[in-house]
Nanobody, 115 residues
């Protein structure tokens, strides 16, 4: 089993920044790619960014140039640096790690961007 714990969410004004963290524990040897998803009110959960164990990153178009995903393998932690935040970035952000049998998810951290 893998446990994922997110932190770093909060309330920020438009144009501001936040850094989310996702700490992984447990059977982390089974984890390679990790990612961040978000779910806005009354909308489906969608992919934001992913990073492989080799550091290859991928972003959804709406956050390219504003968000940066990174990882510290020594700390088993993945980060999401979010800059130039917009009200439409408001959502619960979830950490994700595909496992051999199923995906692992954290409980989420709320990001609210005020206009």
């Amino acid at each position: 089993q893998v446990q994922l714990v997110e932190s770093g969410g909060g309330l920020v004004q438009a144009g501001g920044s936040l850094r989310l963290s996702c700490a992984a524990s447990g059977s982390i040897f089974s984890i390679n790619r990790m990612g961040w998803y978000r779910q806005a009110p009354e909308k489906q959960r969608v992919l934001v960014a992913t990073i492989t164990g080799f550091g290859i990153t991928n972003y959804v178009d709406s956050v390219k140039g504003r968000f940066t995903i990174s990882r510290d393998n020594a700390k088993n932690t993945v980060y999401l640096q979010m800059n130039s935040l917009k009200p439409e970035d408001t959502a619960v952000y979830y950490c994700n790690a595909p496992g051999p049998l199923h995906d692992y998810w954290g409980k989420g951290t709320l990001v609210t961007v005020s206009s």
